[in-house]
């Protein structure tokens, strides 16, 4: 029952195909793709797509451009990445916390969908405690924090607090669309700016949730071990 | 236009079994959405001048700016020696949202507590003013992600009525199998987290295994685990073909069978219904005077379920059934949540065996007579109970006024009020039980 994952690549239930990233078929679709997309990910004058800004909602099937299916498909839903400003100092970060991670999550505005897949993490299905990264309930245990939603206006202070009272070495990790780029709330009254605009972020999961495997693959990448290396810790 | 289940008439007083739902403005005037309890009615009246004053709390929790958290308070002053008050959230696990409370406590005893909501109002309904209803839609299912069937679901009715669209009955079917399947893995993850609350290890686990596998059911014939995108204007996005309904509806058997084993294990744990029975009792008279909703009301043996007293199609030609509880505790409501489930299996398997169409891809045909002057309004049994909107369009169709009534917003306070004879060990059950949600109400 429980995932494959890091071990093997993820199962197609585990990446459900809403969660997949647009692609271009041709380059005549990239305007187009601009205009029908919601959230401003498209891009046609740069002919790339923002993935922090993709909410996965498919409008811009209507121009054109195409989901993978199949094997494909698996591969990329995987798009956590790196957002560090300083690789070097965020190396050194990880050769502490290669072997255990104590995670909390904050949410500072979401739409109640992020939380309930980071938490999802700890169900029998996903079991995160296998690759030695725990849940914590308070900053103080904390290795790694998981921000979810678009920063409100009222969750600034709460946030930097947050993150001033975890001890160091400390990872920040954005996960959904919201937390990156604002998402579908950017523009709304009590937006302020993407999570690394106040604090600074070492790993982005995108997703509009991002799935449970999509958020895991990002907690691995954030302490730095490749997926061969998760799999027999 | 308004639906014949809805009486219009004018109310001077509520009281009893008339409970004020909603308060809400259209072109200039003020009205009240009224549910009469007795007479299973929705009654649209205009404002009595002497509600506004009264309901004050209500109001406010809905009429707040986004950007500054709000308390909502019972009222009462408590102090003296001993009494202390302690702020909890907005980062607990206790609560995995953004939103806070007060207790004041006097030694172990909960004296009263301030739910403090707003923390993550995104001011949904201010933004999709003059947007396209398509566009709104994106933002309306991104109110409150774990609700996000009923959310689209209740503004695609308004704004359909508005429009005077006819969409085809099978895309109407199609809509409540997605709302069913949200309101089964919503009372999962309830019933999970009130088996973490009490250590119950296996039991959580189960749950959760149980959820996962209805997030997947989701995801494999809607596209989407949490449903969003599920629905479109005039229709849905995903057709369930012939061949699926049979699928899915064996899936949601398998998943409702193995829930059984769970709850009889569950009922003969004396520790886990230790911690259930008598926590945060909610009399009915308070659950009726305080506006409670959904399945904290009916755990209290309030009659009202929108399925049965707003039947919108397909609500109307299936069987439901009210499952109320009398025992007005957490362990009713508990029940009410793990009754749901079981009634939502066999709604799910006569609305897949019965449904209309033979699962090709259905869509409301031309466009209907837009009517701009007046507003429409839709009422939806979210997990959490009845959630209202009312969308007024403007002559080109967009989005003119569009008012949210959540079903969490109006259950803090019964929360609150259930909460004042406890300890503070009992909060995380009253809670869960409530089946509150910040994002819901902060939409």
């Known amino acids: ?233 | 236009m308004i639906p014949k289940y809805v009486e219009r008439k004018q109310v001077e007083e509520v009281g009893g079994s008339v409970q004020l739902s909603s308060v809400f403005q259209a072109s200039g005037r003020s009205y009240a959405l009224l549910s009469d309890t007795a007479n299973n009615r929705t009654i649209l009246s205009d404002l009595p001048p002497k509600l506004g004053e009264e309901f004050g709390v209500l109001l406010r929790g809905g009429e707040t700016r986004p950007g500054s958290p709000v308390d909502l308070d019972l009222g009462g002053r408590v102090e003296g020696y001993g009494v202390f008050t302690f702020p909890y959230g907005p980062v607990t696990y206790g609560v995995p949202e953004a939103g806070g409370f007060k207790f004041v406590t006097y030694g172990e005893r909960v004296v009263k507590v301030i739910p403090q909501i707003n923390f993550k109002k995104r001011g949904v309904e201010t933004k999709v003013l003059g947007w396209d209803p398509e566009d709104a839609l994106l933002l309306v299912e991104r109110s409150a992600g774990n609700f996000s069937a009923s959310y689209s679901a209740c503004f695609l009715n308004a704004v359909e009525d508005s429009l005077g669209l006819e969409v085809p009955s099978q895309a109407k079917w199609t809509r409540a199998v997605a709302i069913e399947l949200e309101r089964i893995y919503n009372h999962l993850y309830a019933f999970g987290r009130l088996a973490e609350a009490a250590s119950q290890n296996v039991a959580t686990a189960q749950a959760n295994i149980l959820r996962e596998d209805v997030l997947r059911l989701n995801a494999r014939h809607f596209g989407h685990r949490y449903l969003f995108g599920a629905n479109r204007l005039g229709g849905v996005r995903a057709d369930i073909s012939k061949a699926e309904r049979k699928d899915l509806s064996d899936s949601v058997r398998a998943v409702v069978k193995e829930f059984r084993g769970l709850v009889e294990f569950f009922l003969s744990s004396r520790i886990f219904l230790d911690r259930l029975q008598n926590t945060a009792r909610l009399p009915r008279e308070e659950a009726l005077a305080l506006g409670a909703v959904g399945p904290a009301a009916r755990g209290s043996g309030v009659q009202w379920d929108d399925r049965l007293t707003y039947p919108i199609e397909p609500y109307g030609d299936i069987y439901v059934n009210m499952e109320t509880d009398p025992g007005e505790d957490t362990m009713a409501r508990t029940m009410v949540r793990i009754q749901e489930i079981y009634s939502s299996e066999v709604i799910l398997r006569e609305l897949l065996d019965r449904m209309p169409g033979d699962g090709t891809a259905t869509q409301a045909a031309g466009t209907g007579r837009l009517n701009a002057d007046d507003f429409s309004f839709c009422r939806i049994e979210s997990p959490s109970g009845d959630l209202i909107q009312v969308v007024q369009l403007d002559g080109q169709g967009r989005v003119r006024s569009l008012h949210v009534r959540p079903a969490s917003l109006v259950n803090w306070l019964p929360f609150a009020r259930s909460m004042e004879t406890c300890v503070f060990t009992d909060f995380q059950f009253a809670f869960e039980s409530f089946g509150l949600s910040y994002a819901d109400s902060d939409r």
């Open chain 1, 1 to 233: 029952m429980t995932s494959g994952f890091p071990g093997r690549e993820p199962t197609p239930s585990e990446v459900p195909g809403r969660s997949v990233p647009p692609r271009a078929v041709d380059s005549s679709e990239w305007p187009a793709g601009e205009e029908a997309c919601p959230t401003g990910a498209i891009r046609a004058d740069l002919k790339r797509i923002d993935l922090g800004k993709c909410v996965f909602c498919r409008r811009c099937s209507s121009a054109g451009f195409e989901f993978d299916e199949g094997g494909e498909r698996l591969r990329a839903a995987l798009m956590a990445r790196l957002a560090a400003a300083d690789p070097q100092e965020l190396a050194k970060k990880q050769r502490v916390f290669k072997k255990s991670l104590h995670v909390l999550m904050i949410d500072v505005g979401s739409c109640n969908a992020c939380n309930l897949e980071v938490l999802n993490l700890a169900s029998p299905y996903y079991d995160l405690t296998r690759l030695g990264i725990f849940f914590t309930n308070s900053p103080k245990h904390a290795d790694a924090l998981v921000v979810v939603g678009a920063l409100n206006r009222s969750m600034v202070d709460v946030l930097k607090r947050t993150y001033e009272s975890m001890p160091e070495p400390k990872l920040v990790i954005s996960a959904g669309a919201c937390a990156i780029s604002g998402g579908v709330f950017q523009g709304t009254e009590s937006f302020v700016s993407p999570v690394a605009g106040v604090i600074p972020v070492d790993v982005v999961i995108p997703g509009c949730p991002p799935s449970p495997v999509q958020i895991l693959e990002g907690l691995l990448l954030a302490t730095g071990r490749s997926a061969k290396e998760a799999a027999s810790p």
